[in-house]
């Protein structure tokens, strides 16, 4: 079976422009999340997606927005971007919207300049 | 708030050494704990978890013990290989079913 899957995987775009990100999950898995990794730390969580409705959304601002769709994959906005945006996003599936063991893709590399 | 505060790297050993990495936890109640690693130019791999406090969880001859006491979660092997070379995470599953990620520990083995 295929693993989470994302595009595209690498991504320049310049300051003020607008940017989508997408994302498959594993088949079965209902619910989506995503997070952004920036170069040398941890992800942070952004949004979480299950059943087509959010269901949690981290420190993030509303420049960021998503959604999934009625198969389950998801795409990930950011509008207006900047610089700071520049960083690995990753998206997770899990069966469930409680459930704790999130399988990763190998995320899309944002750069914006 | 949930967080996750794991040992600064990056370490470096040799090959056969044996491994520690330190990762403590502050968190409400009792959170399930992981081990991510990140292999170079590829994405977040679950390593091993535990669920409930004493739990061991382990795989590919990585273990770490869930320890409510001292609030940690230490990721140990044995013996490295140059194959183990990648930036490892640890993390919680937080009551906003959300994963906290510390910062990463990047791991380099010498042959």
């Known amino acids: 079976d295929a693993g989470v899957t994302q595009s595209p995987t690498h991504l320049i775009k310049t300051r003020g422009q607008h940017v989508t990100l997408r994302c498959s999950p594993i088949?079965?898995?209902?619910?989506v999340s995503w997070y952004q990794q920036v170069l040398g730390q941890g992800p942070q969580f952004i949004f979480q997606?299950?059943?087509?409705?959010?269901?949690g959304r981290g420190n993030f601002p509303d420049r960021f927005s998503a959604r999934q769709f009625p198969n389950y994959s998801s795409e990930l906005n950011v509008n207006a971007l900047l610089l700071g945006d520049s960083a690995l996003y990753l998206c997770?599936?899990?069966?469930?919207?409680?459930?704790?063991?999130?399988?990763f893709g190998p995320g899309t590399r944002l750069l914006v300049l | 708030g949930d967080s996750v505060t794991q040992m600064e790297g990056p370490v470096t050993l040799s090959e056969e050494a044996f491994l520690t990495i330190n990762c403590t936890y502050t968190?409400?109640?009792?959170?399930?704990l992981f081990w991510y690693v990140q292999y170079p130019g590829e994405g977040l791999q679950l390593l091993l978890k535990?669920?409930?406090?004493?739990d061991k969880g382990s795989n590919k001859g990585f273990e770490a013990t869930y320890r409510k006491e001292t609030t940690s979660f230490h990721l140990e092997k044995g013996s490295v290989q140059v194959s183990d070379s990648a930036v490892y995470f640890c993390?919680?599953?937080?009551?906003?079913?959300?994963?906290?990620f510390g910062s990463g520990t990047r791991l380099s083995i010498r042959p």
């Open positions: 997770a599936s899990s069966l469930g919207s409680s459930q704790e063991t999130q399988y």
């Open positions: 088949s079965g898995h209902k619910s």
């Open positions: 997606y299950y059943e087509k409705e959010e269901r």
């Open positions: 968190a409400t109640g009792y959170p399930s």
């Open positions: 535990a669920t409930k406090a004493d």
């Open positions: 993390a919680l599953y937080s009551s906003a079913s959300k994963i906290i």
